[in-house]
């Protein structure tokens, strides 16, 4: 009995002294910043930064030198957090940015080419001659945007095409990316100008596919007082694209379009062009939503 | 007499609806007035056009040049005008670039073409090989694979040891494959032999389906004599005519994932290719035409009709006759892998081995909406590739991509045999080729559309 116990003391000091040492030696230096940052971030794990979820943002963040602003879904409070915690300067308020469509081809100014049969996903529709839509090039309406949509920002209306919901969205590009037609584009949110075409076809064939179709005539190009506007050249053909780095949205090529397809949208409440604090994302808070949600 | 059946594990019966077609002798269609010779009707680079508008071209003139390895040529398939160019629809979802030739019917080939050779057993594998190139043929069970790549040497030193024409034709409808072992078995056993010759392969073997007994039978005779073939016979069952299947039944090795034939030491060939493989090496006479079925419920009379190449579906369907009732679908191939077109503007290709037109009357397309999963494991016994596609179409559904990939969904070969059994009628392959689009795309985003890259 006493021998056990003496067997079993010793053997516990030795233990004991090698776990000591081995926590002094073989110690891992952590920043507590690392987890103080965590703590502010928003815990979607969406990957709108681009690093492999928050708890990647803030190792990055704190050892890598990552944007402190770089947290999409967290906007400016997340970002004036962060910068509180690393002892930096916030970045100026920025304008929030949303998902625009580069298309207007609802039911009315477009027609199909043939009826689509199958699961509902603009991938699949789209290696059928560029989709169900007698626009090679225009939104194919089957909502994956709103499949893949972390915020549930995006929704398919009446017409056959994507509506954002601007006060839910917060640009953080999954659905641009998504898009087999590259239709969408993040934009800031004060912009109000925007091509609603992504047709390449040239003059009359653009004209037969869609009534409001681009048709590369040029002459918004040449009326935007800033140079904003070019033709986007492609293999197809081109369509006109808005820099809105330059666009000061005056609203001249709007009123000179010939084909409509350039919309002046209604100007912003300034109070809400400015990044506020994020909306909870629905869904299971690991993964952001239940459409991208591997487990629910 | 009794054969030993091959076959293959997993796939499934399917109806063959082969009656309406397989006793008809095929039919020379008529040249249309106008045909459209599309650039690209191969896998690899497009055709590269030799013809400018207002050249006078004969039949067999080479108008398109082979870019590239993976290319061949493409030829007028009649006398005539070049009238412009012309894109058009063609079935795999994309746009071609089309030569528009204006027929003048008078079917004059270009001079040096249709000469038999004097002495074509002297021929060495290097001009075989060339006139195989020269005469752009492909593979015409439907892959449209350009052939001379098959029997390029190998990069490793890889050899054929056996080389399998394929005349199993297991989709549904189709008898094209099967007329032509009918009326030209000895032009088939001809190209095999210059196949194995270009190959230097010792063994040549022509697999042939129960349901086309007829064939069979007239194959073994005609090669009892011959040693170095075998004609052998495979249950009937689908996908039995799947290259993957077809070497599993034959030989019993199993091309590894993501591998080709070639590994494995084989190689496969349709029927139909072997028939014009034969024709280009003794008369250098290009592919410009083939047998296409025309068959379905819209149809008045189903036919084999040996088709020049670029006729529009249009112009063909014409010349049979009045379509019967409302057309609602039209298939270009088979029903289980063919492609669904939306108009019947759209040329006769080299891999176009049917026409399949569909009333609203039809029993074969009635399908039901897409009920839940109720675990019954159809699928995962069909599946030829031994795959679970259950598995993976959950996966998809929930847009786990990872997951499919981990389920090996690259690996499938989309012959359909799932969808078929599933009692929830769930488009099982719809799905599963989304799947491939996200673990194959470059960035993770599935498919961008193709006419913007």
Known sequence: MIQAIVILAVMGGIFGAVLAVASKKLAVETDPRVDE???????????????????????????EGAPINACVPGKEKVAKEIAAIMGLNAAPETVRKVAQLHCNGTFDNTKPLYEYKGVMDCHLAVTQFGGPSYCYYGCIGLGSCEQVCPFDAIHIGENRLPVVDTSACVGCGICANQCPQKI????????????????????????????VSCISCGICVKNCPEGAITLLESKAGSVAVIDYDKCTSCGICVAKCPRKSIHLDPPIDPELTICEQPKEPEGCAACAAKSVCGLH | MNYEKRTFSGGTHIQDFKEFTNSLETQEAKAPAKVYIPMSMHIGAPSKPLVAVGDLVKMGQKIGESQGFVSVPAHASVSGKVIGFKQLPVPNGRMADCVVIENDFKDEWLEGLIQPEQNPQAL??????????????????????????????????????????????????LTADHRIMLERPERIIAGLKYMMKLADCPKGVIAIEENKMDAFELMIRLTEQDSTIETIVCKEKYPQGSEKQLINAVTGREVPPGGLPMDVNVIVNNVGTAAAVADAVEFRRPLIDRIVTLNGNGIVRPMNYRVRIGTLYKDLIEENGEVIGDIVKVISGGPMMGFAVYTMEIPVMKGTSGILVFNEESQVLKREEEGPCVRCARCVDACPMGLEPTTIVKAAKRRDWAKTKACDVTSCIECGSCAYVCPSMIPLVHYIRLAKQYVTSKDGNGAVNPFLV
């Open chain 1, 184 to 211: 969408l584009q993040i934009v800031p949110i004060n912009k109000q100008v925007h091509v609603r075409c992504n047709n390449r076809d040239k003059g009359k064939k653009a004209m037969d596919t869609c009534k």
């Open chain 1, 37 to 63: 940052v965590l703590s502010v971030l928003p815990g979607a794990n969406c990957g709108a930064c681009g690093f492999p979820g928050c708890a990647g943002l803030a190792n990055a963040i704190v050892n």
């Open chain 2, 124 to 173: 060495d594998a290097k001009e075989i090989g060339a006139r195989v190139l020269e005469a752009g043929i492909v593979g015409m069970g439907g892959a449209t694979f350009p052939s001379h790549v098959k029997y390029a040497p190998s990069k490793e030193g890889k050899k054929a040891d056996h080389i399998i024409l394929n005349g199993i034709e297991c989709e549904p409808f």
